[in-house]
């Protein structure tokens, strides 16, 4: 598994290929008034085994990915490649999706995000490799992730963390499918109780600040330092509902 959700944006070209492949075998049909503007969905039924092998961990292949204005640019090998300034991919919105192939928006995960959105996403290669040479090879005006760990909990429920973060413009430069530089500019969460509760962004600050708790929001598993302070956490919180009940 990845163990930060920034792996999801770098690694989304191996999204894309999957859904790709899937619509070559299994093609749309498209409306030709507004050409590749409607969104496709591809699920898991028609990935390619090949490409499921890439991923390094099974839980990491998705249920169905939701592709809208998505081009790319290969070379005769069927690699990711360009020899011009444009990028080999350039999707105005990705979404993957897990749990089962009709891509509920309350579906269950128990690790990682359920539902992973990138906007704005633009990705450089040179055979295959993430690469530029003059620029970042990497791009994402946005990237929304958004966990469920419970059934029955309104589709937006996290034991370890926040149930929705988002970041904004992400950047990394590469060369030659080596990371040298990866920024991004903020990012908000937003948190909630497992009956569907959302919880204040101050009071979640003041209890955090209070019991000097240690958060990483760019975790994927648990954003707690550890075991204990996830339980003083939620027990903080408790607390402060019993208050107004």
């Known amino acids: 598994m990845y163990d930060t959700i920034l792996e999801y944006i770098v690694n989304a070209d191996l999204y894309y290929r999957l859904w790709m492949v899937a619509e070559l075998q299994n093609p749309h049909i498209k409306n030709y008034q507004t050409p590749n503007k409607q969104p496709i969905a591809q699920t898991r039924r028609e990935w390619f085994p090949d490409l499921v092998n890439q991923f390094e961990d099974v839980r990491l292949v998705p249920a ?29 919105k990705m979404e993957i999706f897990w749990g ?24 450089w290669h040179h055979q295959d490799a993430l690469n530029r040479r003059r620029g970042d090879a990497i791009i994402c005006e946005q990237a929304t992730f958004k966990w469920n760990t419970k059934e029955a909990s309104r589709g937006a429920f996290r034991e370890s963390g926040p149930f929705q973060v988002v970041v ?33 962004e101050n009071r979640v600050e003041e209890v955090i600040e209070k019991n000097k708790i240690k958060v990483n929001y760019l975790l ?26």
Request: aromatic residues 10%.
């Open 168 to 200: 904004r413009n992400f950047r990394a430069a590469y060369n030659m499918g080596t990371a040298t530089d990866a920024t991004f500019d903020n990012f908000n969460v937003s948190w909630g109780t497992e009956n569907g509760i959302r919880l204040g």
């Open 64 to 92: 169905g990915i939701l592709i809208a204005d998505g081009n790319h640019a290969m070379d005769s090998d069927m690699r990711f490649h360009t020899g011009s300034k444009k990028p080999t991919i350039n999707i105005s």
């Open 100 to 123: 089962d192939e009709n891509m509920r928006s309350d579906a269950v995960r128990k690790v990682g995000p359920a539902r992973v959105t990138l906007n704005g996403l633009k990705m």
């Open 220 to 245: 994927t598993d648990s954003v707690f330092g550890d075991d204990g302070e996830e339980f003083i956490f939620w027990d903080e919180i408790g607390r402060a509902q019993e208050m107004f009940l």
